[in-house]
């Protein structure tokens, strides 16, 4: 059973590149969440998605875009990337709405 | 913005000590509370959860939660060195009309000294 799965592990972007975070789950939730990781900042939420179909902006939305290409897998784009996007990025889901979330195993993100 | 608020720390405590963390949020509809674990470099591991007031325990782990106060708090009875990571409180939020969303604290880093 392998959960939430992330791809790629690590990666290196140069400023102005693009590229999509990719995170599926064998799970049958609903809901898929995208999350970055800074230093003392703990998780803040980029992106969600309640259901399949639907896409939503978290608290830091900006730069970033999302798809819920269908229930298992939920994608994260980065259209020009920014050095202010170095971090660490979880996706997670959960089956429904005021249960636990079930996170992937990150994504180590660098701009340079 | 719906905010989850958490001391940073470091707290340090002795090996066998109970570890008191709190947490405190903003949004007074909120009916699901969470407190994660996280290993430096791992991804965030559920510890417990809470829907109701008062207190929940789970082996050496108690759960508080005061809705009217708007507090969580995790209590760790006869802490052990592999208890030291960062502790995140999660508060399930509605942040638009469309669904709910987990919001997590900064975390809490705790060290426990053998």
């Given at each position: 059973n392998a959960g939430v799965t992330q791809t790629p592990k690590f990666q290196v972007l140069k400023t102005g590149q693009s590229m999509t975070l990719q995170c599926a789950q064998d799970?049958?939730?609903?809901s898929m969440y995208w999350y970055r990781q800074d230093p003392g900042m703990g998780l803040r939420l980029i992106y969600y998605s309640a259901s399949e179909g639907t896409t939503d902006k978290g608290e830091v939305p900006n730069g970033y875009n999302v798809s819920r290409?269908?229930?298992r897998e939920f994608s994260l784009r980065l259209e020009s990337a920014a050095p202010s996007q170095t971090s660490v990025y979880f996706c997670a889901s959960n089956p429904y709405r005021n249960t636990e979330a079930f996170f992937g195993q990150g994504t180590r993100l660098t701009v340079v | 913005q719906k905010e989850v608020e958490q001391n940073s720390g470091p707290l340090s405590v002795p090996e066998g000590a109970i570890a008191s963390l709190n947490c405190t949020y903003s949004d007074r509809g909120s009916q699901s509370f969470f407190w994660y674990r996280q290993y430096s470099g791992k991804s965030p591991e559920l510890i417990m959860f809470i829907y109701s007031n008062g207190d929940k325990e789970d082996g050496r782990f108690t759960a508080q939660l005061n809705k009217a106060s708007q507090y969580v708090s995790l209590l760790i009875r006869d802490s052990q060195p592999s208890d030291s990571a960062t502790y995140l409180c999660a508060v399930n939020v509605?942040?638009?009309?469309?669904g709910t969303a987990l919001i997590f604290g900064k975390g809490t880093t705790l060290s426990v000294s053998s």
């Open positions: 799970m049958n939730h609903n290409l269908n229930k | 509605r942040p638009n009309q469309a």
